[in-house]
């Protein structure tokens, strides 16, 4: 088990390093050099290409790619171009504000989604269903940051319930996790509703009950047991959606994270912020992904087999 | 043998799943399901306003600012009422329509044909063709989509071209990995297997197995996607990196009626609706035809 | 006479789906006495599987529904059960062996978590996880599985040792009546008469009544007490397994089965299977049911359905019978 993981986190690296590559690329494919844009149009040639040669970026990109990697192997991810600052600085000091935040919207949706999904699937065409269905299908089509305005409209302004902006109390996280966490419930709700309505029509449903099992425990530990991997498989995957998302939402709420962050370094060509906030942002998802396929490994023992198979192989040899 | 007889490889005749896509039954099932009636409906709406936004409102009125009667409620002059600008909503959102739609539609046409392609070298070819595509994918995939549209579109400029580059960019490894999935389905099938057997050459069974089978999964994918890429343009839109004012776009609209919307709801209600119901019709259009397709999923 | 364990009575059965009505079991009357092993015999479609859900109420709830007749198991209608009732008779009473030991087995959970489980709902309370233990393992040897396997899981085992571990299962809490739905029929040929032998073992050890589903008359002749024909829902034939086998009266039905059967003594060019198909359920012939496909058919036939004639233990539903009036 150990072993796996071990493997797995391995691969990441060369992935991680590919990451890179793709963001330092796309980020260069700006015409105009940053000195440029922090000097401002009064600055002088010379000025541009002395700054130019002291950010290294008179070099050709690929030693430009090669030397911020080995530089982020001594923890230097570069100073921002605008603050000045170091780039970890900048992110460290709001990196838990979005992982709050992202981990708030996962939790919420597992919470409503499943059991909702699964008692939907359980009940199928009952009134319960039918609603929840609509319902889900209805919610599953609103942008989230159309959401966010009209829950900050409706509770914040209107109502004076909750705050609207910044994230100085718990309180402060509700309507943005919200805003997220109710298009991706109603998502994954149809997903879980689904996968479920496949696993009960299996035929070792039918042994649990002809053995006289209860059906919230048939459900339980049969139908759940094997219907949850998937579903738990593509909430990884839509995690991904989730960070994405989170850059936006963090706009519509005024909230200090690193999707803010990100934002205003975009604006102003602030590559290596820029491309600090997007390797955290990769890592995240590459880490929940991980994490996934680990429970996956964990739970069934099929995947679990075949990769102890592997990993003992890999190590004989 | 003669000539003429080898103009039909044998291939042909060995038996082929029936072609799910085009036939008559599915259409007939799409059309009794309500649901997808009535996206259907919906979204006539929406291309009617597409074709014909000029004929029902002209563009003018969408652009053209009057101060003098800003945000004001909707009224029978205004069935919107005003922005900030005074302008018409509801002329800005009938021509938002055909760049919204034309952003769905073109991306996801561009994203699919591209993402077919390389997905049917890596089913088809297998190997380590196959091994190469799919880590490349996986790779692109561990950006997250927004990030990864969002960081284009900062490098090459905000704009209808750049925006649509952006999208199909960061959209194709998501289409490779699902139709790739669907054409290993079949590739794998027993009647694939039998046509290779025959000697039927590669192109023959790509063309003539391979992708009718896999063109429900593609369709059905299609129509989601396009709903899903409406709304990622409006959500770059409304952080100022997509299309941007005065062009009418119905996130950057958005955008610039977050500040005012406590006295004047209607400034965001409006846009949002439009945005919600696209993709709603998109969707129940979506799940019609799945349900069409494969009847077998509904029970 | 001592009373039946198991009395079916005017069975009626349907599947309801997106409109048609599936007529899957049309009246059947059956009876299993204690310690007696009654063979189903038919082909796919007969409606043998349907009746033995019906009896444990474990046809899909939404288009399954039983309309007509009666259960009697020791003297109470199954079919008059509630829910709640029925969980105490499955599985403890009776329980059932399925077709399919590839996907019969919950594939995420140990084997012996599976027997256990059996074991732990009729066995309730704090009963001494060592004894309920000791008894997965008094199973599985049962079945000659080893004990120690029991933390293995279900895609560990090959396909006649799950198919031993869905009995060990059905037998856990030591039931009065064990339906076996075609048991050996996903398996090899070795692997079949293997378990078939120890099912029988089993059967002389605790004494189980069995209803044995299948549609080899090979394992009908080795295995049960009593036989009963089954086709397009209704048991066209029954009777002890002499009257089946010996008896010169027979169902032209079962005449057929008989005579597709290849004889390992004669050489022949071609086989000679019964023509025809079974008739679609959603559209049943009038009649009696086998008379698009019987050589013998008469006028009669396709308007009037047979009644079951009795000869002592023996009863055919065929016109042809009462015709002949031997």
Known sequence: MFRYCFRRVLIMIPTMFFVIFIVLG?????????????????????????????????????????????????????????????????????????VKLSVSVIILVVLIAIPIGTFSAVRQYSTFDTVGTMTALFFACIPAFWLGLMLILVFSLKLGLLPSFGTDTWAHFILPAFTQAIPQSARSMRLTRTTVLETIRQDYIRTARAKGQGEFKVILNHALKNALMPIITILGVDFGFILGGTIVVERVFSI?????????????????????????????????????????????????????????????? | MNGRQLDRHPGEFVYKKRNAFLNRDTWGRFYKNKSALLGLCIFSVFIFCLIFADVIVPYGKALEQNLRIRMQPPSAAHWFGTDIYGRDIFARIVHATRYSLFMGIVSVAAGIIIGSAIAALAGYRGGRTDGIIVWLMDTILCIPFMLLALAMVASLGSGLRNLLLALVVASIPIYVRVIRSSILTVVESDFVEAARCCGTPDRFIILKHILPNAIGTIIVQ?????????????????????????????????????????????????????????????????????????????? | MTNPLLAINDLKVVYTTAGSVVRAVNGIRLEVMQGETLGIVGETGAGKTTTA??????????????????????????????????????????????????????????????ILESLRIHNGGKQQERRLQE??????????????????????????????????????????????????????????????????????????SMILITHDLGIVAQTCDKVAIMYAGEIVEQGTVRDIFLSP??????????????????????????????????????????????????????????????????????????????
């Not at chain 1, 060509?269 to 890592?283: E, H, M, Q, R, S």
């Not at chain 3, 969980?87 to 978590?113: E, H």
């Not at chain 3, 809490?173 to 050996?184: F, G, M, N, R, Y």
């Open chain 1, 26 to 98: 796309l980020m260069n494919l700006t015409p105009g050099s940053p000195a440029l844009m922090i000097l401002g149009q009064d600055a002088t040639p010379e000025m541009v290409e002395q700054l130019n040669r002291e950010l290294g970026y008179d070099q050709p990109f690929f030693m430009r790619y090669i030397t911020y990697v080995s530089s982020l192997f001594s923890g230097d991810m570069g100073r921002s171009y605008r603050t000045k600052r170091p780039v970890f600085t900048e992110i460290e000091s709001r990196l838990p504000t979005t």
């Open chain 1, 256 to 317: 200090n994270g690193i999707g803010l962050l990100i934002l205003d370094a975009i604006q102003v060509k602030d590559i290596p912020l820029v491309t600090g906030c997007a390797i955290i942002f990769a890592g995240l998802y590459m880490l929940v992904l991980l994490m996934v396929d680990v429970l996956y490994a964990f739970i069934d023992p099929r995947v679990k087999a075949r990769y102890q198979r592997k990993a003992s192989m890999g190590g004989m040899l």
């Open chain 2, 222 to 299: 299609a129509t989601t996607s396009v709903g899903t890429m409406i709304t990622w343009a409006a959500a770059l839109s409304y952080i100022g990196m997509g299309i941007q004012p005065p062009i009418p776009e119905w996130g950057s609209m958005l955008a610039e009626g977050k500040a005012y919307m406590m006295k004047s709801p209607h400034l965001v209600i409006f846009p949002g609706m439009a945005i919600v119901l696209c993709v709603l019709s998109l969707n129940l259009m979506g799940d019609g035809l799945r349900d069409a397709l494969d009847p077998r999923l509904k029970d």
């Open chain 3, 53 to 114: 859900l019906a009896v444990l109420q474990l046809l899909p709830s939404r288009t399954g529904k039983v309309v007509g007749g009666h259960i009697i198991y020791k003297g109470e209608d199954l079919l008059k059960k509630s829910e709640q009732e029925m969980r105490r008779i499955r599985g403890a009473k009776i329980s059932m062996i399925f077709q399919d030991p590839m996907t019969a087995l919950n594939p995420v959970t140990t084997i012996g978590d599976q």
């Open chain 3, 135 to 208: 008894r997965v393992d008094e199973l599985l040897q049962l079945v000659g599985i080893v004990p120690s396997r029991k933390r293995d899981y279900p895609h560990q085992f090959s396909g006649g040792m799950k198919q031993r571990a869905v009995i060990a299962i059905a037998l856990a809490c030591d039931p009065e009546l064990v339906i076996a739905d075609e048991p050996t029929t996903a398996l090899d040929v070795t692997i079949q008469a293997q378990v078939l032998a120890m099912i029988s073992e089993l059967k002389e050890k605790l004494g189980t």
């Open chain 3, 249 to 326: 009266r027979h169902h032209p039905y079962t005449e057929g089965l008989f005579g597709s059967i290849p004889d390992m003594d004669v050489e022949v060019g071609r086989l000679t299977p019964i023509e025809g198909l079974m008739p679609d359920p959603v559209n049943l012939p009038r009649g009696c049911k086998f008379h698009p496909r019987c050589r013998h058919a008469m006028d009669i036939c396709r308007t009037v359905i047979p009644e079951a004639r009795q000869w002592g233990t023996h009863s055919i539903a065929c016109h042809l019978m009462r015709e002949e009036g031997v």
